[in-house]
T-cell receptor, first 113, second 113 residues
Framework: SQTIHQWPATLVQPVGSPLSLECTVEGTSNPNLYWYRQAAGRGLQLLFY??????ISSEVPQNLSASRPQDRQFILSSKKLLLSDSGFYLC????????????FGEGSWLTVV | DQQVKQNSPSLSVQEGRISILNCDYTNSMFDYFLWYKKYPAEGPTFLIS?????DKNEDGRFTVFLNKSAKHLSLHIVPSQPGDSAVYFCAATNSGGYQKVTFGTGTKLQVIP
């Protein structure tokens, strides 16, 4: 069966510090990978998605970037965090192709202070 | 542009009664729809989906109805249980080419014992 894990689960970072959230998927090959953010009082906002190694699509202009160095690894990064980057970040995957159910990781709480 | 809308931010229902959560979409290219349930500080869990070739899909206590002409779908939970209390997200995608899934803003369901 397929599993998805992301870490760290929670982190508190000062403004201006870097960020790295990591996500890995097991039990499948060539998945679509996604980073979503849920800000307080808002829905799930798609930040990035990837259909293959090195292929990243950005949905919103922001202070964040994503990379996919390996088939089942997806990394969310920032060089300098802003207060507005605080939120609940979710990694997700779906089967290759389109129109498939996506499955979420456990989420990572980021508080920028 | 919010392509998937959940106009009711919250809903309270008595235990044992029916819960009806509604969702509207604007993009006529969407043809695959999903419902997720989310507890605080956890990743969303997939509940049920429906393809546009159907108008109803049932799984246990959960039934999703799709009205393509009205671009409207709803999730029925019968009977409602206290453990159903969570935020429910409606989502939509296109099986013919979209790699991403668009989410609504969520409806917080409270089932009162």
């Amino acid at each position: 069966s397929q599993t998805i894990h992301q870490w760290p689960a929670t982190l508190v970072q000062p403004v201006g510090s870097p960020l790295s959230l990591e996500c890995t998927v097991e039990g499948t090959s060539n998945p679509n990978l996604y980073w979503y953010r849920q800000a307080a009082g808002r829905g799930l906002q798609l930040l990035f998605y990837s259909v293959g190694i090195g292929q990243i699509s950005s949905e919103v202009p922001q202070n964040l970037s994503a990379s996919r160095p390996q088939d089942r690894q997806f990394i969310l990064s920032s060089k300098k965090l802003l207060l507005s980057d605080s939120g609940f970040y979710l990694c997700a995957w779906s089967m290759t192709g389109s129109g498939n159910t996506i499955y979420f990781g456990e989420g990572s709480w980021l508080t920028v202070v | 542009d919010q392509q998937v809308k959940q106009n009711s931010p919250s809903l309270s229902v008595q235990e044992g009664r029916i819960s009806i959560l509604n969702c509207d979409y604007t993009n006529s290219m969407f043809d695959y729809f999903l419902w997720y349930k989310k507890y605080p500080a956890e990743g969303p869990t997939f509940l049920i989906s429906i393809s546009s070739i159907k108008d109803k899909n049932e799984d246990g206590r959960f039934t999703v109805f799709l009205n393509k002409s009205a671009k409207h779908l709803s999730l029925h939970i019968v009977p409602s249980q206290p453990g159903d209390s969570a935020v429910y997200f409606c989502a939509a995608t296109n099986s013919g080419g979209y790699q991403k899934v668009t989410f609504g803003t969520g409806t917080k369901l409270q089932v009162i014992p």
